[in-house]
């Protein structure tokens, strides 16, 4: 049993220029846990997400991956370390250059050694795994939303990654297709074992899925609440932690 | 029987099928072993049913589960069941993932070569596509502009204001250097064939004649496709990716008034005044030359061209260039209008909105040179 959490925040402090987005954030995301990050819309959970995965730097505070510092790593570490991460964006973020099996394709050639044959067998597989068997020679534009969506999270996962993190995965999805987008990010997380990092607003999504939550609040900019999110609807006293997650006004 | 055996893995046959003992770590960067040899191996055997030993089973990864993969659907067009309660959970749901969704039929391109005789004919159907889309956008555009005339044009003059000063004042510096270095150019060329004559004088002609009849118009015209084109096309194409301009047209809104007449506008009203500054810009660059290389005063060169450029060759450069700003505003927005949606649609909108107006510059300055010489002018 690994002891150190895989995600380590103490005091994070995150701004653009002098606004302060967020302040004083600590919360650690365990080994195989699917972590969610909510809050009404412009609280900055997206982007709690983007100082997660290496995009953006803490303006105080430290961001630690398996007991190592983000920001305190040299470029080369970091970059191994942001590698071992995988991201789907709310679009899916594909390149729209590329075929899906180009997009996948990329980050095996960059970061493996397998052979032109072997790169095809992956891609062929982890598309498989998202319901797009066949679909290597499309294009993102000649899919469809959902479709899109599935691919960047085949693109997200095609170097096995330690860490999935997911911003709004159920953004334009309708609800069928996000019940099965919710049960196969928990296949994954069985599955591979892997560590989830959502970022939602979707309820119905955050009571399937999540294990352990935090709740941002755009006023007093910091976690306002933090615990497994039915916990949270059961017992929580703040008011507005219960607005948001009983929907009501 | 043990029929093979390496590291990572041991093939075994019993009365109870074969069995595929897995050991050690399966990972992309410890060298997995040859999967087709494997495969070979074991459907040359052709057991009853495979099973999995994989007691010795460490570290794996997507190598392990593509081997896997390829294992099940030879064994399934060949018809050897296979036992995967033997292999662990993890593996064991992440195969009934990867086989949970079959591929869609016909979903699967075959990547062939066309004949020739189709890649002319797709050649012909898209320039007749082409032509017909910009036939119907010169259309809208004449609607437009009747509406305009009528004062329904549904624009924000704002929007004007804000292309005329990116397409006029913002380009100054970028139109001072090129019509200065142009009027030196052409200065030095005939510097050093006039001097052979003697007739170092009538510089101050070719460089007057050259600025205000071809090339202050042509050059403005080109830096103005290069640099206001591409950004319409540019524009426009980002606005078609963001569905911007599904939101006009459901709202019942033209894009092409609201969107294309101010661009149109600014450039033709900035163009020609354009024109103006690059034909004196690249009359100083003359002078420049002139003074230094040949000893002919600013005064001398100046009263030169006031003798024997006459005002109607400022006069037709200045028509040119407001022809050419109608060209590139045009093919601009037509482009970017036509962009498809997505980012690299966008820079193909661009590169082709600066080729099409470039195109369409030399071939419209080529008619109106043909129509002044044979008007007189």
Known sequence: ?249 | MTIETSDKYQINTSDEGLCLELSGDWLFNTNPPDFDSILQQILKITPEKIHFDCHKLQKWDSSLMTFLVKLLTNCKENDIPVILETLPKGIQKLLQLAFAIPERKGAHRAILGQPVLAKIGNVTIEMHRNWSDLLAFVGELFFGFLNFLRGRARFRYSDLFFQIEAAGPSALLIITLISVLIGMILAFVGAVQLRMFGAEIFIANLVGLGMAREMGAMMTAIIMAGRTGAAYAAQLGTMQVNEEIDALKTMGISPIEFLVFPRLLALCLTMPLLCIYADFMGIIGGAIVSATMLDISFFQYFQQIQGFVPLKHFGIGIFKAGVFGVLVATAGCFRGLQCGRSASAVGFAATSAVVTSIVLIIVADAIITILCQLIGI
């Open chain 1, 1 to 249: 049993m690994k002891t150190t959490p895989h995600l380590d925040i103490s005091n994070l402090t995150m701004a653009y220029g002098d606004v302060i987005i967020q302040k004083d954030l600590n919360f650690s995301v365990k080994h195989g846990e699917v972590f969610i990050i909510m809050g009404g819309s412009g609280c900055g959970k997206s982007t709690l997400l983007r100082h997660l995965v290496g995009l953006m730097e803490p303006s105080i505070g430290d961001i630690c991956v398996n007991g190592q510092n983000l920001w305190q790593a040299s470029i080369d570490e970091r970059n191994k370390i942001i590698s071992r991460n995988g991201v789907l964006y709310q679009g899916g973020a594909l390149w729209s250059s590329m075929t899906l099996s180009e997009n996948i394709a990329l980050p095996l050639t960059e970061y493996t050694d397998l052979q032109p044959k072997q790169i095809q067998e992956v891609i062929a597989y982890k598309l498989s795994l998202v319901g797009l068997a066949g679909f290597e020679d499309y294009y993102p534009s000649e899919i469809s939303g959902g479709m899109r969506k599935r691919a960047g999270l085949a693109r997200a996962m095609a170097l096995d990654p330690e860490i999935l993190f997911f911003d709004e995965p159920s953004a334009g999805l309708d609800p069928v297709s996000s019940r099965l987008l919710d049960d196969l990010i928990l296949e994954l997380r069985d599955s591979l074992g892997a560590t989830v990092v959502i970022v939602s607003h979707e309820l119905a999504s955050i009571f399937a899925v999540g294990d352990n939550s935090i709740f941002l609040d755009p006023e007093e900019k910091t976690i306002i609440a933090h615990g497994s999110p039915k916990e949270l609807h059961e017992s929580s006293t703040d008011q507005r932690v219960l607005r948001f997650l009983n929907r009501t006004t």
